[in-house]
């Protein structure tokens, strides 16, 4: 059994920058993700990453602002976001997948966690 436990969310003003980190327990899995979800919003594929770092994918219109990338030694899994923007609040997932190279679908990540809430005041 895998679970995830992100951190590093909380209230930045716009323009400001946060890292979010996602460690996983149990065992390591194929990709990692982020996904996020506004208020009366669908949740949105924001960035995904294999396990050797060598296949990443993005949402095309968070690409620039967004970085993931992925410590294996530490089984954790980060969300660098600059520039933040009012409209980038929202609660963001880690997910997991035993998939081996990066997806958007969220029905292929089998592990997700709680999730970490990002809010940009502007």
């Known amino acids: 059994q895998v679970q995830l436990v992100e951190s590093g969310g909380g209230l930045v003003q716009a323009g400001g920058s946060l890292r979010l980190s996602c460690v996983a327990s149990?065992?390591?899995?194929?990709?990692m993700g982020w996904f996020r979800q506004a208020p009366g919003k669908e949740r949105e594929f924001v960035a995904a990453?294999?396990?050797?770092?060598?296949?990443?994918a993005y949402t095309g219109s968070l690409k620039g602002r967004f970085t993931i990338s992925r410590d294996i030694a530490k089984n954790t899994v980060y969300l660098q976001i600059v520039s933040l923007k009012p409209e980038d609040t929202a609660v963001y997932y880690c997910?997991?997948?035993?998939?081996?190279?990066?997806?958007?679908?969220?029905?292929?990540?089998?592990?997700w966690g709680q999730g970490t809430q990002v809010t940009v005041s502007s």
């Open positions: 149990g065992r390591a899995v194929a990709s």
């Open positions: 997910t997991g997948s035993e998939r081996l190279t990066p997806t958007p679908r969220p029905f292929d990540y089998r592990y």
């Open positions: 990453i294999n396990e050797n770092s060598d296949s990443i």
